[in-house]
């Protein structure tokens, strides 16, 4: 299977499917730090190296 990336706005990396790579350094936050803010609100993420996340989508 093959995968194709798109850059958007602002570092956000996305994969045509249901995983979204998020690229940390824009905010200004390592992934662990915005892991933890985002876990406070309920929000499950996977840190993907030192500036990178990755959330996959349910629908």
């Not at 390592?30 to 629908?59: C, N, P």
Request: net charge positive; proline share 3%; aromatic share 8%.
């Amino acid at each position: 299977m093959t995968f194709h990336y798109n850059q958007l706005p602002d570092g956000l990396f996305c994969l045509l499917a249901n995983r979204i790579i998020l690229d940390t350094r824009p905010l200004g936050k390592t992934a662990a730090e915005l892991s933890i803010r985002l876990a406070e609100q309920g929000v499950r993420v996977s840190q993907f190296g030192d500036y990178k996340i990755r959330m996959v989508t349910h629908h």
